[in-house]
């Protein structure tokens, strides 16, 4: 684990986040939320939310992965995208 994920992990689980499971798997971040839990309505807001927990964050940025999953489905968002991401076809 490197110390950007690791300093990921320290700002979710202080979020205080009743009934969700933070954890590492592998170089991504997995968070399984209660099933009654809107993806959508989360999907819309990540981009904000992450920008304004990253605030807090001062570890060199790295190429991350958020798995969000709510026992029915789920999505990822990648943060800090690598060249490889970017050119993919």
Do not use: C
Not at 16 to 21: D, E, S
Not at 28 to 37: A, G, Q, R, S, Y
Not at 41 to 69: A, C, V, Y
């Amino acid at each position: 684990m490197n110390p950007y994920q690791q300093k990921w992990l320290d700002v979710l689980h202080h979020a205080n986040l009743p009934g969700w499971k933070i954890e590492a798997r592998g170089e991504d971040i997995f968070i399984e939320m209660p099933n009654v839990t809107d993806l959508k309505l989360i999907r819309d807001n990540l981009p904000q939310t992450l920008g304004l927990m990253s605030l807090d964050i001062h570890e060199p940025k790295e190429r991350l992965n958020f798995i969000f999953h709510n026992g029915h489905e789920q999505f990822e968002y990648l943060l800090n995208p690598g060249d490889a991401d970017l050119n993919r076809r």
